[in-house]
């Protein structure tokens, strides 16, 4: 999904404030953050967060992960693909909702909500005998600038809420975690 030139560039770009998350909402929560303004003040900001559990039945969703998961490449030591043709994996996606006044063009007067991806985890559903299931963490990613900021810990119990109230699952394991995912997983 590369775009080698501008008018291309241009019209992906236009789509841009019509994007909405890809599956079903599971949770939305605020968090306040305080932010430095120009005159040196401080200001407190509520950012609006939601979390959507998708799967990868879906075309659009495909091609959206396959931009997604480039991220892994970046941030996390021998991070690889995975196989989204399985339909066993799950994918809970964390964004932020953000909500701004006018659009680009300097028109007033219109709301236009928009989605920062901010990160996502991969699950996968191992079978357990006779009729259960084992998820197991794959992949982990909350991008840099979202990162020591709880986030991590919000989409992990947004994570294990979801496969409490399935009656399938035994238990909730984690692939070969980090020392950071321990610590966020742990404390």
Do not use: C
Not at 76 to 98: H, Q
Not at 111 to 116: A, D, L, N, R
Not at 130 to 143: A, D, H, K, M
């Amino acid at each position: 999904n590369f775009i080698s030139n501008i008018d291309g560039f241009a019209a992906t770009l236009e789509k841009e404030p019509n994007f909405t998350p890809f599956g079903d909402l599971l949770t939305v929560f605020t968090m306040d953050d305080k932010q430095q303004l120009k005159d040196g003040g401080d200001a407190n900001v509520k950012r609006v967060f939601e979390i959507y559990k998708s799967e990868s039945n879906d075309k659009a969703f495909q091609n959206y992960h396959e931009n997604m998961q480039t991220f892994l490449l970046w941030f996390i030591d021998a991070a690889s693909y995975i196989d989204i043709e399985d339909d066993r994996w799950d994918f809970f996606l964390l964004y932020e909702k953000v909500v701004s006044n006018g659009i680009p063009n300097g028109q007033s007067g219109t709301s236009v909500i928009g989605y920062h991806f901010v990160g996502y985890m991969t699950v996968y559903r191992y079978y357990a005998y006779p009729e259960n299931t084992r998820p197991r963490i794959s992949q982990v990613l909350v991008l840099p600038p979202f990162q020591k900021k709880g986030l991590g810990v919000r989409l992990l119990e947004a994570v294990y809420s979801y496969y409490k109230t399935k009656k399938s699952v035994i238990d909730v394991t984690v692939e070969d975690p980090s020392d950071n995912f321990t610590r966020l997983r742990d404390f």
